[in-house]
């Protein structure tokens, strides 16, 4: 056999790799918005066959066994109903999505850090109440300064969010790719034209 029919037989198909599947609650929400809940097409296979979601919506593309031929799921509802945590985890990306991904001390979107409103070598503490998304040269600027010797000032005063608030704020971060079946699946409750 030839060096070419081996590498693409052993190779996955390219067309194979980029087939996710949006994964909705049971009550036809995706599980999270940002990061976008989707599986890899062979888990939404693989939770297909063991009859632990429904198919709503498929690709053109088929995977064929040596007995089956299925086509890929694009859209699957998980047949139980996974409870929201409440509890919102104090992590760097929560925490940067709190805040939009913006600086709260400038606005800018570029090279993100966090920056402790009370300075820690002023007894500040990390947590949600004192911890900001901030970008590099603010955060140089502030430095180990209060607000007021720094001379600068919150867009908004930082605060625990609330669950819900954070999947609100996904929404607003589209990931790069949208398949067109998913559309009406992450902003159904969009208010409609008229």
Not at 49 to 61: G, H, K, N, S, T
Not at 88 to 115: H, I, M, S, W
Not at 144 to 164: C, V
Not at 175 to 187: A, F, K, T
Request: glycine share 6%; hydrophobic share 40%; charged share 25%.
């Amino acid at each position: 056999m030839d060096g070419d029919f081996r590498t693409e037989f052993v190779r996955e198909p390219g067309v194979l790799k980029h087939h996710p599947a949006l994964v909705l609650n049971a009550d036809y929400r995706p599980l999270s918005y940002y990061p976008l809940s989707l599986w890899p097409w062979q888990e939404a296979i693989k939770a297909a066959w063991l009859d632990r979601v429904d198919i709503v919506a498929e690709y053109d593309e088929v995977v064929r066994s040596p007995s089956v031929v299925i086509r890929i799921p694009s859209v699957v509802v998980l047949k139980d109903y996974v409870k929201p945590q409440k509890r919102v985890a104090f992590t760097r990306f929560n925490l940067f999505l709190r805040d939009e991904f913006r600086c709260q001390y400038c606005g800018g979107k570029g090279d993100l850090t966090f920056d402790h409103v009370v300075p820690r070598a002023a007894g500040g503490v990390t947590s949600w109440e004192n911890v900001v998304a901030a970008c590099a040269p603010c955060n140089l600027r502030k430095g180990s300064k209060s607000l007021r010797q720094a001379g600068m000032a919150l867009r908004r005063p930082p605060r625990r969010p609330q669950a819900e608030e954070l999947r609100n704020v996904g929404r607003k971060f589209p990931p790069n790719h949208l398949h067109d079946s998913w559309i009406d699946y992450l902003y159904w409750d969009a208010v409609l034209d008229a």
